[in-house]
Nanobody, 119 residues
Framework: QVQLVESGGGLVQAGGSLRISCSVS????????MAWFRQAPGKEREFVAS????????YYADSVKGRFTISRDNTKDTVYLQMSSLKPEDTAVYYC????????????WGQGTQVTVSS
């Protein structure tokens, strides 16, 4: 069982930056994808960014492209989401998720961390 634990959320002013982290409890030899999703009040959960662990290939939602950067540290089993030029509409609970590369569904989810951007 893989456990994901997010940290680093908080309150930030519009235009500011914040980095959130996701630690992976169990190292695996398989190739998998780590991702960040977010869910704002009254809205469905949406994809934000992902990284293929072995190749470090990244993908981003159009809404965050150029402002957010996903990265992973293999030595710390941790995935980061560096968020810059934050907007009030980025306010949401951010979830870390993981899936195997050959699967389409994310099987593992963290508990979420709140990010609030004030105007």
């Amino acid at each position: 069982q893989v456990q994901l634990v997010e940290s680093g959320g908080g309150l930030v002013q519009a235009g500011g930056s914040l980095r959130i982290s996701c630690s992976v409890s169990r190292r695996t030899s398989g190739n998998y994808v780590m991702a960040w999703f977010r869910q704002a009040p009254g809205k469905e959960r949406e994809f934000v960014a992902s990284v293929v662990w072995r190749t470090k290939t990244t993908y981003y939602a159009d809404s965050v492209k150029g402002r957010f950067t996903i990265s992973r540290d293999n030595t710390k089993d941790t995935v980061y989401l560096q968020m810059s030029s934050l907007k009030p509409e980025d306010t949401a609970v951010y979830y870390c998720a993981a899936r195997w590369l050959d699967k389409s569904e994310y099987d593992y989810w963290g508990q979420g961390t709140q990010v609030t951007v004030s105007s």
